[in-house]
Structures are given as structure tokens and as C-alpha cells.
């Protein structure tokens, strides 16, 4: 995998590509192999993304200036 | 006694006169069925549950009566201090000598006025484009970070946190709050869409709120909300009320959830239907790889045999045969001549046995050389008086001189 986590979306196109791409043929047999082992590869990684996700929540308030603010939800100011 | 009767004032009891009005009263056409515009006052409610206040402009007022089981179908009921339209028919309270009127509808005063704006700004927008088809951005599939503005107070908002964390936990959720009724309503909920186009990376915008009445749901048919949706850089999710509830707000957004869940499940996919399709890719995958190599099996093997008929080495081995063969053949043929040959040199030597000059010589001949030159005289001339010569005979050789 590349050294910034690709997102869901991004590993699951690259999946179909692959998939595609292994489909279509025309490839030499190490060619095929590779492709096989990096979807593979991309199978797990995204069913681990879809397992391990916890729905992440902040709120964006008006902060004391005039600009806006990202806080953890449910914030300390009592909105939940 | 007639004459009497005539010149007489006709004298009505109480009842009479009262029922006679009524009978006028409720003969009449339009009071019959009416419409009454008022402020209303004086509400109270009876033991029995029957509704009794007075509807009154600035110059009159009229009693009213709403009966318990009118009432209880009603949407709306009347309040003291607010004007309404109500329908029914004028009739007569006989023992109270009252006129009243019977109401059997009661609208808000205000709606009429809202529906109209309604219709005002939809249309007006509609014209100038903030409702055009074209101009709908798709929703993405897989959203990243996800704007969702509403009031956390509100039931929506777990609904939608809810569907989220069931279908796509991976989205990443950035509630931006926002009252969604009264009159701080439209302006915060403008507000939180810019702040989360301005002030954040969504991908995605939900408007959102709970079905309500008309007035309730009213922030959503305001301008200053359906242009900070048509501003917003991001595609807006409008999920507003109930089914059949239809809001300016859901005009101009990019798609029309009928409910805040709707809208939730509207806005990512869902994840336990893509586990199935990762297993289908895994599936195609395997399924894929095998495919080639059997079909790359099914080529060495048809190669091999292809290799195995064109080696050299099948011919080789004919060769070698042959060449064994050959070499026999050869061998046998030299072992003939040389056996041959053998019966030559026997014959020979048996040859030369006879004609050997030395079988000659024993038979008393001799060989006369010149010693000089070696040479064998035959005849008289070769030599000369005073020539050496030699004679060879059967054991040896004397030497002479020619005289």
C-alpha cells in the first residue's frame, strides 16, 4: 500500500480496475500474478476499513471571534 | 271578535320571535355558509369539551362555537390574540337570545398569506434558475466528510447519526447546528450551510428536520435558505418534514430525501452491500487468476509436446542407427578385403617365390652387374676392357675384370 492510506473509495476503484484489468487478459502470467496479489490485497483492506470504522461526529460552532470552530461531538458546551 | 283580532297588535311569545329569527337566520343563503376573518378572544373550553370564544375585529365581534366533535378534527384550534379564517353558519343560541356562529373549520389566518408567498418565491425562483435539472450535482458515492445541518435537539438528527453509523460508518460527520424553526430559523440554517462550504472539506451537505406543520417547516420555503443551497459549493441533501411535505429548500437542493432518514441513507452508501461485492471481487479475482493459468498449463503442455515431436533428438536417433549400420556394414566390408588381400599376398609371395632371381641362380644362372654403377649387364656393349664388374651367384658374389 502506498504510504498514505488510500480511502475507501480510492482502494475499492483501484479494485475494480484490478479486477477488470485481470479480467481482460492479454497479461503474462507475473503480470497476472501481481495484479492478483494487489487485489487480493485491496479485498482485505477494504472489508478491514468497513469493519474497524467507527462513525466519527465533531460540530462546527461559531467560535468567540468571528471564525468558526471544530469541536468533538457530543462538546463541552453541552450539545448532545 | 275578528275585527279584534284584526285591530289587535299581534302578541309573540319569546320562543316564537326567537324561533322566527332563527328560521330567518338560517334560511339566509350566505349565512349559511360563510367564511369569517377575526382576532380571536375570550377562549375557554366547557366541562364537556365544547370550544367557546369571540371573533372580533376592530369594530365588531361575533360569538363562536366550536363543538367538541368538530374540535377534534381539527389541524388547528384557536388561540387568543391570533387571527384565523374560520367556516360555518350563523345561527340563533335560542335561550341566551344570541346570535353565534357555529364554526366548523378553522385555518390560521396566516396560511393564506404563507401559501401565497410560497408560491411567490417558487415561482420566482423557479424563472431564475435555482430549480433547473441540468444544474443538479450527482451525489458523490462514497463521501468522505459529511455536513449535516440541523438542530441536535432534535429527533432527526439521531435519526440521521443513526442511519450513518449502520450504513457507512466511514464517513467522517460534521453536524453544524442550527435552529429549524421560529424566526432565527432561516438565517442560522444559511449560516451553517456557508460555514460548512467556507469553513470545512465535506464533500456533502444534509439539510434536515422533522416533520412539523406548515409554520413549522416554514425556515425551509425562506430565500436567504434556498440561495445558501444554490451558493453552496458542495451538493445539498434536503430531507424536510414528512413524505408529502414539499419545501422551497427541497426545490433547489440537489436531491429531495422525504425525511431526515431518507436523506441519511440518501447520502452514502451502504457498506454491508459492498462487504458482499468485495467478496464477488475476491471471488472474480480468484476465479480470474485461475482461468490464466490453466489456459498457461494447457500452453506448456501443448508446447512440450510440440517440442518433444520437432527434437532433433528423435532424428538423431535414427541416425545413430544408421551409422551403426553402416559402420557394421563398413567393417565387414573391409574385414572381406582385407581377407583378400591376404589371399593376394599369399599368391603373390607364392608368385615371387618362383620368380626369385635367386631360385634362378641356383639353377646355375648368374647376374653380372657393372661395380661402378651398379647396373645389371645384359648385353655385351654395356661394358668395356678394363670395367669391373660383379657376378652374383647362389651364395654370394665374386668380382672380375673385363679382358
Known amino acids: 500500500m502506498s504510504e498514505e492510506k488510500p480511502s475507501f473509495e480510492e482502494a475499492f476503484q483501484e479494485l475494480e480496475n484490478t479486477v477488470e484489468r485481470l479480467e481482460e487478459g492479454d497479461l503474462t502470467l507475473q503480470e497476472s500474478m501481481a495484479l492478483f496479489e494487489r487485489g487480493i490485497e485491496l479485498v482485505k483492506y477494504c472489508a478491514q476499513l468497513l469493519d474497524e470504522a467507527e462513525l466519527k461526529v465533531k460540530t462546527l460552532l461559531p467560535s468567540s471571534g468571528e471564525g468558526y470552530k471544530l469541536v468533538e461531538y457530543p462538546d463541552e458546551e453541552g450539545i448532545s | ?403
Open chain 2, 1 to 403: 271578535m275578528s275585527m279584534n283580532v284584526d285591530l289587535e297588535p299581534a302578541v309573540l311569545t319569546v320562543s316564537e320571535v326567537t324561533r322566527y329569527i332563527k328560521d330567518l337566520l338560517e334560511s339566509d343563503l350566505l349565512l349559511r355558509d360563510l367564511w369569517i376573518r377575526g382576532e380571536v378572544s375570550n377562549f375557554s373550553r366547557s366541562t364537556a369539551g365544547h370550544i367557546y370564544f369571540t371573533l372580533k375585529d376592530e369594530e365588531a365581534s361575533i360569538r363562536c362555537v366550536l363543538w367538541r366533535y368538530v374540535a377534534e378534527e381539527q389541524t388547528h384550534l384557536p388561540a387568543d390574540g391570533q387571527a384565523f379564517i374560520l367556516h360555518g353558519r350563523v345561527s340563533v343560541y335560542e335561550v341566551q337570545g344570541a346570535y353565534q356562529f357555529y364554526v366548523d373549520l378553522v385555518q390560521p389566518a396566516g396560511v393564506g398569506a404563507l401559501y401565497l408567498q410560497f408560491l411567490a418565491l417558487k415561482d420566482r425562483l423557479e424563472r431564475e434558475g435555482l430549480f433547473a435539472p441540468e444544474r443538479k450535482r450527482p451525489i458523490p458515492p462514497f463521501p468522505r466528510a459529511l455536513g449535516v445541518v440541523t438542530s441536535p435537539q432534535a429527533a432527526a438528527w439521531r435519526d440521521i447519526l443513526h442511519v450513518l453509523e449502520r450504513r457507512y460508518p466511514l464517513v467522517e460527520v460534521i453536524l453544524a447546528p442550527a435552529l429549524v424553526q421560529g424566526p432565527e430559523a432561516p438565517r442560522q440554517i444559511a449560516d451553517a450551510i456557508r460555514a460548512l462550504n467556507r469553513e470545512t472539506d465535506v464533500d456533502l451537505i444534509i439539510v434536515a428536520r422533522g416533520g412539523g406543520s406548515l409554520e413549522e417547516l416554514w425556515a425551509f420555503n425562506e430565500e436567504v435558505v434556498a440561495r445558501a443551497i444554490y451558493d453552496s459549493r458542495v451538493p445539498v441533501i434536503s430531507g424536510v418534514g414528512h413524505e408529502i411535505d414539499f419545501t422551497i429548500a427541497d426545490f433547489v437542493a440537489d436531491l429531495r430525501a422525504p425525511t431526515p432518514t431518507a436523506a441519511a441513507a440518501a447520502a452514502v452508501p451502504n457498506a454491508q452491500e459492498y462487504k458482499a461485492t468485495l467478496q464477488r471481487q475476491g471471488g472474480r479475482l480468484a476465479e480470474s487468476i485461475q482461468r490464466q493459468m490453466a489456459g498457461e498449463r494447457e500452453d506448456l503442455r501443448y508446447a512440450q509436446e510440440t517440442l518433444l515431436r520437432l527434437s532433433p533428438r528423435a532424428g538423431l536417433e535414427r541416425y545413430r542407427l544408421r551409422v551403426d549400420d553402416l559402420g557394421r556394414q563398413a567393417l565387414s566390408q573391409i574385414e572381406q578385403r582385407i581377407a583378400l588381400q591376404r589371399e593376394r599376398i599369399r599368391s603373390r609371395t607364392l608368385q615371387l617365390t618362383t620368380l626369385n632371381p635367386q631360385a634362378t641362380l641356383e639353377r646355375g644362372y648368374s647376374i653380372t652387374r657393372r661395380v661402378d654403377t651398379r647396373v645389371v649387364v645384359k648385353s655385351v656393349v654395356q661394358v668395356a676392357k678394363g670395367d669391373r664388374i660383379g657376378v652374383q651367384v647362389t651364395d654370394g658374389q665374386f668380382e672380375g675384370t673385363v679382358d
